[in-house]
């Protein structure tokens, strides 16, 4: 059995990794980690959970032996407590943004803090499950929610040339708890409820994501308008995109495209011409639905792709790049169907 610790147990993602993992035959929880709340029972924190046994306990006070350790935290605290797993020869999922970018200045731009080492940087693999070589990876960056649900969308179409680099538009919502627990005003009931906000206009950390991903495929610097929406639900993320076409093409062209691309893929469900995914539709799953359309008078494709953030947009995708890097099955553990309605 792969034996795991989660550091930020009490947060969204390290409960839906619990969820998750309780359903794989090949993986065994052995540490959940929380500073605060070190020594209580996860049922004090997750009374949904009361039927598990497992306590919370302190990465500072404990000799950890395991073979991978995944960080289900916010930002500024897996750059640090890494090095220590990955010398150790644990292998390290690091589910925030530490190791996302590989451009120190920017990281200290979006992030405002120091970023990791460059040499840990440049170890780390920047992993979109579907896309990705990480047999050998020891450290793993998982994507971000927002970056998942475009790159995915995005990925077939700059790879085969066929856009102005120039014009990629992305409009992206996202349910709340993609701001995870802690508290702010922002999230607060009476702030979001039948409300509906864009924010982050040209500063969200996730917007030099899209771009460095998209220029490595490019092989050259490729800009995104991205916006960010919040809106009053719990999971789930839509993104459009609109891109400007560099030839013409027709809807079935282009969905036969995405057909081909995906063919292979389980977690990639292409959506019949006409037909654009809902969130409520992938809610709960490790499932990522697109829908495609040509704008033939404009000459324009507009993407529609829909992710549950804290599944395929987080740990659904961690538990996914771990199973390609222990050679299992990518399905393993993850063949949840949606939650409906």
């Not at 049922?43 to 009361?50: A, E, G, Y």
């Not at 000799?63 to 292998?91: M, W, Y």
């Not at 693999?125 to 960056?141: D, V």
């Not at 771009?211 to 050259?220: C, D, N, P, R, V």
């Amino acid at each position: 059995m792969i034996e795991v610790g989660i550091v930020g147990g009490s947060g969204y993602g390290a409960v839906e990794l619990i969820r998750l993992l309780q359903h794989h035959p090949e993986v065994t929880i052995k540490y959940i980690f929380s500073h605060s709340k070190a020594n209580e029972p996860l049922s004090h924190t997750f009374p949904h959970l009361n039927h598990l046994t497992y306590q919370f306990v302190s990465i500072e006070e404990t000799t950890v032996d395991c073979d991978v350790v995944f960080f289900a935290t916010p930002s500024n605290v897996s750059k640090h407590l890494a090095p220590r797993f990955l010398e150790q020869g644990i292998k390290v999922i690091d589910l925030s943004g530490d190791f996302r970018l590989k451009n120190r200045d920017l990281y200290q731009q979006f992030y405002g803090e120091e970023a990791a080492p460059q040499a840990l940087l440049d170890e780390a693999h920047y992993s979109i499950a579907e896309w990705s070589s990480i047999k050998e990876a020891n450290l793993i960056a998982n994507p971000g929610c927002f970056p998942t649900a475009t790159l995915l969308g995005l990925h077939p179409l700059v790879e085969e040339q066929l856009i102005d680099l120039k014009s990629i538009i992305v409009d992206a919502k996202t349910g709340v708890s993609g701001a995870g627990r802690s508290l702010a005003q922002h999230v607060h009931y009476a702030e979001m409820n039948e409300n509906l906000s864009a924010y982050a206009i040209g500063k969200h950390k996730h917007k030099p994501e899209i771009e460095q991903y998209l220029s490595g495929i490019a092989g050259q610097h490729v800009g995104v308008t991205f916006t960010p929406h919040l809106i009053p639900m719990t999971r789930g993320i839509l993104a459009t995109i609109y891109v400007n076409l560099n030839k013409k093409m027709t809807v079935e062209a282009l969905y036969n495209l995405y057909r081909d691309k995906y063919s292979n893929d389980n977690f990639v469900r292409i959506r019949d011409i006409g037909e654009f995914p809902k969130t409520k539709e992938v809610y709960g799953s490790n499932y990522c639905d697109i829908g495609v359309y040509v704008d033939e008078s404009n000459n324009q494709a507009i993407i529609v792709s829909v992710i549950d953030n804290l599944v395929k947009g987080a740990s659904g995708q961690a538990i996914q790049n771990l199973n390609k890097v222990f050679n299992l099955e990518q399905m393993t553990g993850l063949n949840q169907l949606p939650v409906y309605p």
